[in-house]
């Protein structure tokens, strides 16, 4: 099998050689077969790449039309813009980066079909999903054409006895959630309202939840992912553990559609805590707070959520309005305590309160009834767009965020949250921290008048640099996209991004899976890493 294997291999580089013309001899490339077809490195070197060259996306689109129909096509500005930007992102696309088209597929086959026409006339082609990633993790590059899930957003299986769910890629968590509360279950991650499990595997992303129930990592099964030629692969059957072979799903989690293009995916759920409590909690200063939530973790305390949002945070969020009630003004702990029964969760209460005590906290509010306590949800929720309002009603109506975030080791989350909050103050950008602060996880949303944009970047290098510093890293959720690459740079060793170069050219030797994005690809291009 093995030997056919490498033979048919060898056969089609003999075929490959004689149409490109290498050499005079065939027998020549059989005895050597050229280095860049069958590299003897482990890694894979920028500078040993020749530059990736696109096709016409005329001829594929024209094909996919015949094939599909012309209404899965769209081409009108809005949507070619739609698909390369969004206001809250970090990072935004030049005037001509757009795609040429976005494709709405309907079913695993027909992105099967795409993949394979995109192949044969290698144009690149850019996933996208919810359009919530904040990294400019879909800026199309290479003027090509997107591929919108859209259409598939549906729960195609429940296993309620077994605790797993089958969907498609664009259903969104939201909608998630509302499906799983009739039968008392939740899945884990939480991120950005519209985010659907496409995006947010690709993102592995988290939110909230992710310091109880885990991060998308945690919580995948299965994925079915169409790779660049067009091949249909299905990562696992549905068990919750498995140890046959490679950890395919870890290798497409978080690699933001430059592998593959997720489709289905098979979900972990949780059943939902029987009683729930939320209480806000307000600290004298960030350190202080962010020392409260080292003392829950080092004293095992199992919370179900734990979010901060700093006095600032809490100001725009108490005059965006979006909120009926008000807060405290001051760095807050937001908990959610969770368990089987009452005493459960007031042996929990206990614990926290005395952690905080002892970290002098000012103010101990329980939320007082169900609508309360999803209130308090939606203040956290609703955090980044209550900054961006601010930001628009009394700094400035052309406004920009830059929101980025890092993780560090718990025990060293205190002093960069301080040091962070301090540099703000300092060279004085309006903004707010908070964070998912139970996984050491923490952002700054800082606003910023245009002219202003390179001093936010180096508050944004220096929060990256202080992470590091403390053997953390450069984003705990966001993901690189196309904003991070340099930092991915200062976190990891150069060979450690060659590996991942060495899998992605494996996988999609064309480089038309979403060109340019967590690193290089393009040894001519000298503006990125
Ligand atoms: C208000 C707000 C709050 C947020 N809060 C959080 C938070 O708490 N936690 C968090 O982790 N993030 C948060 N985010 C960021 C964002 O929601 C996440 O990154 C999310 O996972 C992105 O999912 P999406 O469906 O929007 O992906 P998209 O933005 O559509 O895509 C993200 C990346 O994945 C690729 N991709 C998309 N779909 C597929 C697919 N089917 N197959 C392969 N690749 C694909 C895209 O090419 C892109 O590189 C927040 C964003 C906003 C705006
Ligand atoms: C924060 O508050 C705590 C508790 O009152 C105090 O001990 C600490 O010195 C304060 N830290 C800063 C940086 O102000
Ligand atoms: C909250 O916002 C309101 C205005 O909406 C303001 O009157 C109040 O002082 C703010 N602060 C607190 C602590 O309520």
Redesign the pocket.
Known sequence: MLRNNSIWTLGSALILGAVLGWGSASCNVRKNPPEFLFPKSSTTKLQDLKAPKYGDAEKAIEEIAKLLGKNKISRTKDSLDHHSD?Y?SSDHPTEDQRPVAVIYPETTEEVSLIMKICHKYRVAV?????????EG??IPTRKGICVD?KKMDKVLELHQEDLDVSVQ??L?WQKLAQYLNDYNLLFG???????????????S????NAARWG??KENVISLT?VLADGTIIKTKKRPRKSAAGYNLNGL?IG????L????EATLKLNVKPKVENVAVVSFPNISAAGSAVAGFIQEGVQLDAMELLDDKMIHYVNVSGKTSMKYDEAPTLMLKFGGLSEEAVQSQIKSVQAICQRNKNTDFKFAKSEKEKAELWNAR?????ATIDYGKKYIDKDIQVW?T?VAVPISKLCDCLQETKDEMVKVGLAGAIVG?VGDGNYHAMILFKKEDREKTAKVVQHMIDRALAVDGTVTG???V?WGKKPYLLEEVTPDVIDLMRKIKMALDPYRLL?PD?VFAIDPNDDSTI
């Open positions: 969004a809250f850019v996933p996208f999903s919810g359009g919530t990633s904040l993790n879909f899930l890629a664009a969104g991650p939480d991120p950005g309202p519209g985010a659907c499990i496409g995006g947010m595997a690709s993102t992303c988290s939110g909230p991060t998308m992912v497409f690699s933001e559609g430059t593959g293009i997720i489709t929720k609703v955090a980044l767009l929101a975030d998912h959720e966001h993901g996209g979403n994005k």
